[in-house]
């Protein structure tokens, strides 16, 4: 079985910095895409990032130049570093594999982890 573990997400004001961790567990973790999303207050949830096996890295629109995805598969980890942070950032983040190329549709990862809080005053 599967899990995923995010960790890192806490309370920071605006233009402040924060890194996202997600431990997977139980699969081939190199072979996998992994995904970062987030879901605020009464807003469905939607793609932030996401990473290919081969590196190739995928950004929503409102995040590029100030989030980075990375992994590392020898600690089958994936990291969001999140820079100059904003109030509409606020959300809690989740971490998604999926066995397939990139989707940035929710409903094609198959496996997600519990939710890690961000929280950016102003």
């Known amino acids: 079985q599967v899990q995923l573990v995010e960790s890192g997400g806490g309370l920071v004001q605006a233009g402040d910095s924060l890194t996202l961790s997600c431990v997977v567990s139980?699969?081939?973790?190199?072979?996998?895409?992994m995904g970062w999303f987030r879901q605020a207050p009464g807003k469905e949830r939607e793609h932030v990032a996401a990473?290919?096996?081969?590196?190739?890295?995928y950004y929503t629109d409102s995040v590029k130049g100030r989030f980075t995805i990375s992994r590392v598969n020898g600690k089958k980890t994936v990291y969001l570093r999140m820079n100059n942070l904003k109030p509409e950032d606020t959300a809690v983040y989740y971490c998604a594999a999926r066995a397939g190329p990139y989707t940035p549709a929710p409903s094609f990862y198959k496996d997600w982890g519990q939710g890690t809080q961000v929280t950016v005053s102003s």
């Open positions: 139980g699969r081939t973790f190199s072979t996998l895409t």
């Open positions: 990473i290919g096996s081969n590196y190739i890295t």
